[in-house]
């Protein structure tokens, strides 16, 4: 039952996603415009609760099957004591031959349903062990490499957070000796890790207002959760696609956020903070580069 409903939530989620990704595609991407995270959302929350629309309907038809089952059995068992003093012997040989063999293929049915059952469990594992590993490095880290920032980097970080109206504000850490691209971090104590080559002024103030929009509107939950649906399905290549998709929207979002109200100038000075961020990075991957294309929009 649990994998009926898992591979059926799976499917029907993997054609919705294909359908969106499709008229997205037609649509140059303003197909569902500003609610393409809220569908996401929906659908990572209905892959979290893989449980078959039609669970019901096959329990009822489970049920009337057992009773059907028992009174073909009780039907034959009182044929049997009818016939016992004729064929006692050959009645009994034969139904030790039929529960056999009924025995034999409940068996045989349950080892497969066993194996998938085990397989997807270890793929879950596995996939969730990986992000753990890498979540627990990428903190240890920040934790002992990365110090706490001061001066008028932290002046720029709290005053951007004061604009924003934020009520709590990340811990700024700078990590030095790091190329890679600024990150956030951090479910329960989060911090803004920036790598030590970059400076403060213009090109600093974006990049935190970036970085404290996604923290603003919860984009680590969001991912989390992308996360865990994807490990759920991790057989389903169309929830692998949701999963990208939702995580470019989510950049996307975060980039208009922060360009709303910029004149045309400090939309290109914007783009060549963006690109110095994604040439500054060696390893990890363009993190502003699905909104760069936004930025000359009006």
């Not at 499709?22 to 303003?30: A, E, I, N, P, R």
């Not at 969730?128 to 002046?155: D, I, N, Q």
């Not at 600024?182 to 103030?205: K, Q, V, Y």
């Not at 996360?227 to 980039?255: G, K, Q, S, Y």
Request: proline share 3%; glycine share 10%; aromatic share 8%.
């Amino acid at each position: 039952m649990v994998l009926t409903g898992l591979l059926e939530t799976s499917l029907s989620v993997g054609i919705v996603v294909l359908v969106l990704f499709m008229l997205s595609v037609v649509s140059g991407g303003k197909f569902l415009g500003s609610c393409q995270k809220a569908a996401w959302l929906f659908l990572a929350a209905r892959l979290l609760f893989p449980v078959s629309i039609l669970v019901f309907p096959h329990a009822v038809q489970m049920e009337l099957r057992t009773v059907s089952y028992a009174g073909k059995q009780s039907g034959s068992i009182k044929n049997a004591a009818s016939r016992k003093k004729e064929t006692g012997q050959e009645a009994k040989t034969g139904a030790a031959g039929h529960k056999k063999s009924a025995a034999g293929t409940r068996k045989r049915k349950f080892d497969i349903g066993r194996g998938l059952l085990c397989i997807w469990m270890a793929g879950t594992a596995v996939f969730l062990a990986y992000h753990a590993a890498c979540y627990t490095a990428l903190r240890r880290k920040v934790t002992k490499r990365c110090m706490a920032g001061s001066g008028e980097l932290l002046e720029i970080h709290m005053r951007t957070a004061q604009e924003m109206g934020l009520k709590r504000v990340p811990e700024l850490k700078i990590c030095p000796g790091s190329a890679g691209a600024p990150f956030l971090t951090g479910f329960l104590h989060p911090c803004l890790a920036l790598p030590e080559r970059i400076n403060a002024g213009e090109d600093f103030s974006c990049i935190v207002r970036h970085e404290l929009v996604h923290y603003a509107k919860k984009d680590m939950w969001y991912k989390l959760l992308l996360t865990v649906a994807n490990a759920l399905h991790w057989f389903n290549p169309a929830v692998w696609l949701m999963r990208f998709l939702a995580e470019t929207d989510v950049e996307i979002a975060c980039d208009n956020e922060v360009i709303r109200g910029m004149a045309m100038e400090e939309r290109k000075g914007y783009i060549e903070v963006i690109l110095a961020c994604i040439q500054g990075d060696g390893k990890r991957g363009p993190l502003f580069l699905p909104g760069v294309h936004q930025a000359y929009s009006s």
